[in-house]
């Protein structure tokens, strides 16, 4: 049985598409030698290992947890009789660090980056029958210049770092296509108009070329569109007959269906789907479809037990979604981590609401080389994640700090937050959260108080702590806000690992502090939403609402009334 066999990119359907999980060929490279010493043309490496996993999990079948500065995979393929004739490219869904792959012996491509994904054309390199693939990752997190999120750089997990990934952690496919295809596509909808604007890249020539457009709701049509392709882009706008709005417990989804035609005849086809969701604000509500909508986040990581980054299965996707809404949340921080695009899938299909990050921990924001390295992965990210409902705002940095007299930090901030602003306007950003802010559509901050007591008044409408914190090094400009990271409460009977503050004693310590310190931020009519930290355990840190392996530690029910009560800025 192949593992997480399921398509992986469910925005941008093929059919004509191979899955390349299983089984490999691996061998670690702790000197970084491998292609000094052949490893390109051995024939067969050292081990074996289960992709997509990496090999720090055990659902990889390795297991290995110690530093790694190269890892080799290998594997042969061979074409379906349908990809006789056609371009043939591979995809990968993510590969930690710097991925270059062999296709027979041939170099097709590298990319940088662990969280990206990413595409090469093989068809020069693949011949008929049997094909061989080389993949060598070089993944070397302690040199500074490359991001790692919540990954440790010492050899053991310690405080919020967690064990490592390297190498190969999502889906690897191939896919075939004629001459002429269909790149990228990129919907922005607007459900004030009951309208959503397809831009299709288009790749080959494009003499003659029309793009067609068919949108569907629960199989009846919705409306259709066409329009001739523009050099390497075709543009249109769809109409929708019956406009059935996209929000928070509202998946309304609409099928889309994308056919490239050449001369009349089709030649690429794409299977999609779209929600009609439009994000404004109104002094300190965030609207979704012009409603206020009170953001009820929980901070998830995205760990898992048996696979560190990577769900076992699809289910367990769409499961920790269900495990949050059952707990009273309408969203979630994808925190430090660049969640795969079937995570998304399931958000978009639930109604549930996605701040995207980058996985910024591990590179400094006021070393001069920053910003090329950070930019162009966290670009890539917001062009694969761009048209997901789900995704209602960016931040692309988590918790940086100033320092007297350092204005590159400053600089890198600010290039990072109008750079995704000019290429999305339509989503909030946050440059930092919870950081010293330089540029933001929203003020953030984190405050893991204990004491409802003392949380309470801190957060009081008529309270300004929020905004003057760090008032030498911020200004205030009048933001919509939030307390995007409180709680964390520690609970764990065993009396192993951490959370913030002294943990409660008993259950019902538990709940009344959980009640405390939520109620004060839902009785606020200035805060626009909350995130609590956090949905799981990870390992060491033992502040989740469930255990590392999925477990309710309280009555969902009863987090559940406390977290879904009428929020302040909901009323009226």
């Known amino acids: 049985m192949i593992p997480r066999a399921e398509y992986p990119r469910p ?119 049997e094909n061989t693939l080389v993949v060598c990752a070089d993944d070397d997190q302690r040199h500074g210049r490359q991001p790692f999120g919540k990954q440790s750089n010492r050899y053991f997990s310690h405080g919020c770092f967690y064990t490592r990934t390297t190498g190969i952690w999502q889906t690897v496919w191939l896919e075939w296509t004629n001459g002429t295809r269909i790149a990228n596509v990129r919907l922005t909808p607007d459900a004030t108009n009951a309208t959503v604007l397809v831009e ?124 949050s809404m059952a707990m009273g949340f309408n969203g979630a921080r994808l925190h430090q981590k660049v969640f795969e695009p079937r995570f998304l899938y399931w958000a978009d299909r639930l109604g549930y609401l996605c701040w995207g990050e980058m996985a910024s921990w591990g590179i400094d924001p006021k070393d001069p080389w920053t910003p090329g390295v950070f930019l162009d992965e966290w670009l890539q990210v917001i062009r694969r994640d761009y048209s997901a409902p789900s995704i209602i705002g960016w931040c692309p940095w988590n918790e940086t700090w100033d320092e007297e007299g350092n204005g590159q930090r400053s600089e890198t901030l600010r290039l990072c937050y109008r750079v995704t602003k000019a290429v999305d306007p339509t989503r909030p ?96 009519p200035n805060h626009m939403g909350f995130c609590y930290t956090q949905l799981t355990d990870v390992e060491q840190e033992r502040n989740g609402l469930y255990y590392y392996d999925r477990r309710p530690k309280f009555d969902p029910k009863v987090i559940h009334a406390i977290t879904s009560r009428e929020a302040a800025i909901e009323k009226g």
């Open 200 to 323: 299709a890249e288009i790749d080959g020539p494009a003499k003659g070329l029309v793009l067609e457009a068919e949108a569907s709701f629960e199989g009846e049509g919705q409306g259709a569109v066409s329009a001739e392709a523009d050099g390497g882009a075709a543009r249109l706008l769809l109409q929708v007959d019956d406009a059935r709005l996209w929000s928070a417990g509202e998946p309304n989804l609409y099928d889309l269906r994308l056919t490239l035609k050449e001369d009349g005849e089709p030649v690429d086809e794409i299977k999609s789907y779209f929600g009609l969701r439009t994000i404004s604000f109104d002094g300190m509500k965030c609207l979704i479809n012009g409603r206020p909508v009170f953001q009820r986040l929980i901070l998830d990581q995205g760990f898992y037990p048996d696979g560190v980054y990577t769900a076992p299965t699809d289910e367990e996707l769409k499961a920790d979604i269900l495990r």
């Open 11 to 129: 925005q941008f359907v093929r059919e004509g598409w191979l899955n390349l999980n299983g089984t490999w060929q691996f061998e670690i490279d702790h000197g970084a030698s491998g292609r000094a010493r052949g490893l390109v043309e051995k024939e067969k490496l050292a081990d074996e290992i289960t992709v997509p996993f990496c090999p720090e999990s055990r659902l990889s079948g390795v297991g290995y947890t110690d530093f790694m500065a190269a890892v080799w995979y290998r594997r042969a393929f061979t074409l379906p009789d349908e990809a006789e004739g056609k371009r043939v490219f591979i995809n990968f869904g993510a590969v930690d660090y710097l991925a270059e792959v062999w296709v027979n012996g041939v170099s097709v491509g590298a990319h940088r980056g662990g969280y990206a994904g990413f595409q090469l054309e093989i068809t020069k390199a693949v011949k008929p029958g």
């Open 429 to 524: 950003c946050i440059d930092t959260s919870g950081g010293i802010h330089v540029e933001t559509d929203i003020f953030d901050t984190h405050d893991y108080e204990q004491d409802p007591a003392v949380f309470k008044p801190r957060y009081a409408p008529d309270a300004e702590v929020i905004y003057d914190r760090f008032s030498k090094k911020q200004r205030y400009g009048g933001q919509p806000v939030f307390v995007s990271e409180y709680g964390g409460i520690g609970w764990n009977p065993d009396g192993e690992g951490w959370g913030y503050g002294n943990g409660p004693k008993t259950e019902a310590e538990f709940i009344e502090r959980y009640r405390g310190l939520t109620d004060a931020l839902l009785d606020n």
